[in-house]
């Protein structure tokens, strides 16, 4: 069972232009979750999403940021106008269905990242 | 909201000894789950341990315990028979028992203890 999967693991831009960055939960989970970390600092957490449903975006910036969650396919979380402050490691994690199994939590299974650097 | 607070930037401890890394956090909640991620430098986050607020026993996975104090909103980390691998990043992690959308919220981190270890 693979993990989660992250690409592109480095991503440069330049201001002005748009970030795609993409996620593929692990096989058979249903919800995904998006977390900023910026240097020096722990994870933030930006947005939860469900298959074709965003639960929770109350971390996400207002403007510019985007995620989705298609049906089919990876989640996507998408920055437009990039800025030189949007330079961070992007995490993306994902967790199965709930579960009356307390003893789980629900644990989030993390992948690897995506550096983006805004030039 | 939640907030949770690592108040050691960095900590040092000679290889095979014992050391603690501190956590506090702030909630009105009763419910909740408390976890020990570590980042080594790959940046992959890597769950070490979590403790269930309804529990009264510390979680224990091998030379890793916690010290979880519920009125204190307090957890600490003990890492016993500290080896070279143990070098890392460590964050404590915050999550509400509370589900929306079928799944488990996102996770709220502090801003990290990053451990040396001396040979």
């Known amino acids: 069972n693979a993990g989660v999967m992250q690409n592109p693991r480095h991503l440069v831009r330049r201001r002005g232009q748009e970030a795609r960055l993409r996620c593929s939960p692990m096989k058979g989970h249903s919800h995904v979750y998006w977390y900023r970390q910026l240097p020096e600092e722990g994870l933030k957490f930006m947005v939860y999403?469900?298959?074709?449903?965003?639960?929770?975006e109350s971390g996400m910036p207002k403007e510019r940021f985007s995620a989705e969650f298609p049906k089919e396919g990876p989640s996507i979380l998408r920055i437009q106008q990039v800025v030189r402050g949007d330079s961070a490691a992007y995490f993306c994690a994902s967790s199965p269905p709930w579960t009356q199994d307390w003893e789980i939590g629900n644990e989030q299974f993390f992948g690897p990242g995506t550096r983006l650097t805004v030039l | 909201a939640q907030t949770v607070t690592q108040s050691q930037p960095e900590m040092s401890v000679q290889e095979a000894e014992t050391v603690t890394l501190s956590c506090t956090y702030d909630t009105s909640e009763s419910d909740y789950y408390l976890f020990w991620y570590k980042q080594p430098p790959s940046r992959q986050m890597i769950l070490v341990i979590r403790?269930?607020?309804?529990?009264?026993q510390n979680a224990t996975e091998n030379r890793f315990s916690v010290n979880f104090q519920k009125a204190a909103k307090s957890f600490s980390l003990k890492i016993s028979d500290s080896q070279l691998g143990d070098a890392a990043m460590y964050f404590c992690a915050y999550r509400s028992a509370s589900y929306s959308g079928g799944g488990a919220d996102g996770l709220t981190f502090g801003k990290g203890t990053h451990l040396i270890i001396q040979p």
């Open positions: 403790q269930e607020a309804y529990k009264q």
């Open positions: 999403l469900q298959k074709e449903n965003i639960i929770d």
